[in-house]
C-alpha cells in the first residue's frame, strides 16, 4: 500500500481514511486514479477535488456509511454504488452492531484486496460483464439453518463473516494449526482462485504450472479426503503452507495468496522509506546480505531480487513484533521449491502488468501482425486426416471439460467447492482451513 499526503495540510492519511485528522478536510478514494483524494462539497452529494487541474466531480458511495466506504463515484454516473461495492452481489441483512461492524470490516479488507488488483493491472472483469466466469462476492452469515461456507466457484467468491471475529478466527488458527490467519488472507487466497481460472486454466502457461504444482485434473474432493486421513507429510519442502500441499490448485491459492503479502508489504515498506541495515556485523541466517532498502516496484526485477529485498525486511519485522512481546509477523520459511512457485507466479503477473503499458498497435501493424501469423501457420500446419480433431474442435473439448470440472465443484449439498474451510467427508467433519496457513 502507498503512503498518502492530505493535499490540503500534509498530514500522513491512510488508505481507510474519510476524512484528514489533522484539518478535518473530507476525503475520498478515486479507483481509477488510484488516488486518496481531499474534496469540498459543491452540492448535496457533489464533491470537487481540491487537488489537480482538472475540475473532478464525484459523490459519495451510497454505502458510505453502512460499509464505512470510502471510495468515490463519479458524478455523472448512473451508478449509486462504487466499483468496489458493486462487485458485492449479495450482502447480509445485518440486524446488530457487531454483525454491522463485521460487514464493514470484511468490505474494507476487500476494497484493499482491489486496490491491490488494480495496482497491479490484473484484470477484474465483474459479473455484470461476463454472466458465467465474472468475479462477484457474496458475503454472509452463517446459521444453523443457512450455512456459508468461505470458497470460491466460477468466480464467485463467498467469504464466511464470522472470521471478521477475533476470537472464533484464533479458535479456528489454532485447531487447524496454522501460524497466520487474517480476513485480508483469505480474500486473497480466493481470489488466487479466480485468476486461476482467468490466468492459467487453457493458457500457455498450463503445461509450467503443472511442472511446478501438480496436475489439477486430479479429483479435488478425493485428494481433500486423501489429505486428512494421510496427513500431508513433510510439506515444508515443497509447499508455502500444509493446506497447499493438498491439492494444485490450493497450492496455486496459497502461493498467489503469499505472493501478493511480499508485493504489498515491499510496497508499504518502500513508501515509507523502510531500510534495513543493522549496526552490528551479522550473517543472515539462509546466507547472502542482510542490509536491503525496500523497492516499491518489482515489475522489472527478477524475482531472486525480489526475496533479496524482501527477507531482509522479515527479519527486522519479526524482531520488532517480539520487542514488542508479540508472536514474529512473518511466520514463515521459504523453500527453494516455494520461492520457484512464487517466482513463476511473479512472471505470469509481470507478463500482464507489463502488457498493460505497451501501446495498442496500429491498424497497419495489426495487418502486418496478421499476416505474419497466416504465414506462419502455412509454414507450420501439417495438413490432418478426416478423423482427427482441429483445434475449434480442441477449445470446445476444453471448454466441455472445464464445465464439468465445474459442475463437479458446484457448491451443493453434494460437492463442495474448491476451498472451503469446512467439508464433510463421508459424513466426518474436516477442515480445509482454506487460507491463511501461508496467505493469510
Request: aromatic residues 8%; glycine residues 6%.
Given at each position: 500500500?502507498?503512503?498518502?499526503?492530505?493535499?490540503?495540510?500534509?498530514?500522513?492519511?491512510?488508505?481507510?481514511?474519510?476524512?484528514?485528522?489533522?484539518?478535518?478536510?473530507t476525503?475520498?478514494?478515486?479507483?481509477?486514479?488510484?488516488?486518496?483524494?481531499?474534496?469540498?462539497?459543491?452540492?448535496?452529494?457533489?464533491?470537487?477535488?481540491?487537488?489537480?487541474?482538472?475540475e473532478?466531480?464525484?459523490k459519495?458511495?451510497?454505502?458510505?456509511?453502512?460499509?464505512?466506504?470510502?471510495w468515490?463515484?463519479?458524478?455523472?454516473?448512473?451508478?449509486?454504488?462504487?466499483?468496489?461495492?458493486?462487485?458485492?452481489?449479495?450482502?447480509?441483512?445485518?440486524?446488530t452492531?457487531?454483525?454491522?461492524?463485521?460487514?464493514?470490516q470484511?468490505?474494507?479488507?476487500?476494497?484493499?484486496l482491489?486496490?491491490?488488483?488494480?495496482?497491479?493491472?490484473?484484470?477484474?472483469?465483474?459479473?455484470?460483464?461476463?454472466?458465467?466466469r465474472?468475479?462477484?462476492?457474496?458475503?454472509?452469515?452463517?446459521?444453523?439453518?443457512?450455512?456459508?461456507?468461505?470458497?470460491?466457484?466460477?468466480?464467485?467468491?463467498?467469504?464466511?463473516?464470522?472470521?471478521?471475529?477475533?476470537?472464533?478466527?484464533?479458535?479456528?488458527?489454532?485447531?487447524?494449526?496454522?501460524?497466520?490467519?487474517?480476513?485480508?488472507?483469505?480474500?486473497?487466497?480466493?481470489?488466487?482462485?479466480?485468476?486461476?481460472d482467468?490466468?492459467?486454466?487453457?493458457?500457455?502457461?498450463?503445461?509450467?504450472?503443472?511442472e511446478?504444482?501438480?496436475?489439477?485434473?486430479?479429483?479435488?474432493?478425493?485428494?481433500?479426503?486423501?489429505?486428512?486421513?494421510?496427513?500431508?507429510?513433510?510439506?515444508?519442502?515443497?509447499?508455502?503452507?500444509?493446506?497447499?500441499?493438498s491439492?494444485?490448485?490450493?497450492?496455486?491459492?496459497?502461493?498467489?495468496?503469499?505472493?501478493?503479502?511480499?508485493?504489498?508489504?515491499?510496497?508499504?515498506?518502500?513508501?515509507?522509506?523502510?531500510?534495513?541495515?543493522?549496526?552490528?556485523?551479522?550473517?543472515?541466517?539462509?546466507?547472502?546480505?542482510?542490509?536491503?532498502?525496500?523497492?516499491?516496484s518489482?515489475?522489472?526485477?527478477?524475482?531472486?531480487?525480489?526475496?533479496?529485498?524482501?527477507?531482509?525486511?522479515?527479519?527486522?519485522?519479526?524482531?520488532?513484533?517480539?520487542?514488542?512481546?508479540?508472536?514474529?509477523?512473518?511466520?514463515?520459511?521459504?523453500?527453494?521449491?516455494?520461492?520457484?512457485?512464487?517466482?513463476?507466479?511473479?512472471?505470469?503477473?509481470?507478463?500482464?502488468?507489463?502488457?498493460?503499458?505497451?501501446?495498442?498497435?496500429s491498424?497497419?501493424?495489426?495487418?502486418?501482425?496478421?499476416?505474419?501469423?497466416?504465414?506462419?501457420?502455412?509454414y507450420?500446419?501439417?495438413?490432418?486426416?478426416?478423423?482427427?480433431?482441429?483445434?475449434?474442435?480442441?477449445?470446445?473439448?476444453?471448454?466441455?471439460?472445464?464445465?464439468?470440472?465445474?459442475?463437479?465443484?458446484?457448491?451443493?449439498?453434494?460437492?463442495?467447492?474448491?476451498?472451503?474451510?469446512?467439508?464433510r467427508?463421508?459424513?466426518?467433519?474436516?477442515?480445509?482451513?482454506?487460507?491463511?496457513?501461508?496467505?493469510?
Amino acid at each position: 500500500m502507498r503512503a498518502f499526503a492530505c493535499s490540503h495540510c500534509g498530514q500522513l492519511l491512510f488508505f481507510e481514511n474519510s476524512h484528514c485528522l489533522r484539518c478535518g478536510t473530507t476525503l475520498g478514494f478515486a479507483p481509477e486514479l488510484l488516488e486518496l483524494n481531499a474534496i469540498e462539497p459543491v452540492a448535496w452529494n457533489r464533491y470537487r477535488a481540491l487537488e489537480g487541474t482538472r475540475e473532478q466531480r464525484y459523490k459519495r458511495c451510497a454505502r458510505a456509511s453502512i460499509a464505512s466506504c470510502n471510495w468515490l463515484v463519479a458524478a455523472d454516473s448512473p451508478e449509486e454504488l462504487c466499483l468496489s461495492c458493486r462487485l458485492t452481489k449479495t450482502a447480509p441483512q445485518v440486524r446488530t452492531d457487531i454483525e454491522l461492524r463485521a460487514f464493514a470490516q470484511a468490505e474494507g479488507a476487500k476494497r484493499r484486496l482491489l486496490y491491490q488488483l488494480l495496482d497491479l493491472g490484473l484484470p477484474l472483469v465483474s459479473r455484470d460483464q461476463d454472466d458465467r466466469r465474472g468475479l462477484a462476492f457474496v458475503l454472509g452469515f452463517r446459521s444453523d439453518d443457512k450455512p456459508v461456507i468461505t470458497g470460491h466457484f466460477k468466480g464467485v467468491i463467498t467469504v464466511d463473516l464470522l472470521e471478521c471475529d477475533n476470537v472464533h478466527r484464533e479458535r479456528l488458527r489454532h485447531e487447524f494449526g496454522e501460524p497466520y490467519r487474517t480476513l485480508l488472507g483469505h480474500f486473497r487466497h480466493e481470489i488466487g482462485h479466480y485468476y486461476w481460472d482467468v490466468l492459467i486454466e487453457n493458457k500457455r502457461s498450463l503445461a509450467r504450472f503443472r511442472e511446478l504444482f501438480g496436475d489439477e485434473r486430479v479429483d479435488y474432493r478425493a485428494a481433500l479426503k486423501r489429505n486428512y486421513e494421510n496427513g500431508r507429510g513433510n510439506w515444508s519442502l515443497r509447499h508455502v503452507s500444509s493446506y497447499a500441499a493438498s491439492h494444485p490448485w490450493e497450492d496455486w491459492a496459497e502461493t498467489f495468496a503469499h505472493y501478493l503479502h511480499i508485493r504489498d508489504t515491499l510496497q508499504t515498506a518502500a513508501n515509507f522509506g523502510l531500510r534495513v541495515s543493522p549496526a552490528a556485523q551479522t550473517v543472515p541466517p539462509a546466507g547472502g546480505k542482510l542490509a536491503a532498502r525496500a523497492t516499491e516496484s518489482v515489475t522489472e526485477l527478477d524475482f531472486k531480487h525480489v526475496v533479496a529485498e524482501w527477507l531482509p525486511l522479515t527479519y527486522a519485522f519479526n524482531a520488532a513484533n517480539r520487542s514488542m512481546g508479540k508472536e514474529d509477523l512473518y511466520p514463515f520459511v521459504l523453500a527453494e521449491e516455494v520461492i520457484e512457485k512464487l517466482s513463476f507466479v511473479h512472471d505470469v503477473v509481470r507478463f500482464v502488468e507489463l502488457s498493460q503499458a505497451l501501446p495498442e498497435p496500429s491498424e497497419a501493424e495489426r495487418a502486418e501482425l496478421a499476416l505474419e501469423a497466416s504465414i506462419l501457420r502455412s509454414y507450420t500446419e501439417e495438413p490432418r486426416s478426416s478423423g482427427e480433431r482441429g483445434p475449434d474442435e480442441r477449445a470446445r473439448d476444453g471448454e466441455r471439460a472445464a464445465d464439468e470440472r465445474g459442475q463437479r465443484e458446484a457448491p451443493n449439498q453434494d460437492e463442495p467447492a474448491r476451498d472451503s474451510h469446512v467439508q464433510r467427508v463421508d459424513g466426518e467433519r474436516v477442515s480445509s482451513n482454506g487460507v491463511d496457513t501461508a496467505a493469510a
